[in-house]
């Protein structure tokens, strides 16, 4: 993994242990601020088995998202077909109040293996889109 670095703040993990960190979503996004919420209602749909796998487990856990370079070792051009394509939504889950075990981290590492980094929200912003949709034809239907 790349240094952590962005465009809103500066290394906002220093103090975060490594092997407690995961690095669940890198994916290119528009830098505008007029699609910041479809780019997050793709991130809230791709966390939902991460953030399930926690609760079960009885982990007290955070996620965090950045804004900016992506963290990946040599992103830049894989996830898009343009190499200047830089911005990106990078999401990382770490335990919270205290460190997962080597066991939890081995099943986690396992359960979830070749599942991320997700680096394309496009399938999770549709979903996410979807469910938005069938919730406004409840609401109208009442």
Known sequence: MKEKENFLSKSIHENSDPTQSHLIVCAPCSDDADYEWITEVGVTEAIVPFKAWFVDNNIPHVFEMNWGNPWLDDVAGKLTDSPTHTFCIN?????????????????????????????????????GMRKMGEAEGEQEQK
């Open 91 to 127: 999401v990382t889950v770490r335990a919270n109040k205290r460190p997962m075990t080597k066991e939890e981290r081995m099943v986690f590492e396992l359960k979830f293996l070749n599942k991320f980094p997700i680096t394309n929200l496009g399938p999770y912003i549709e979903q």
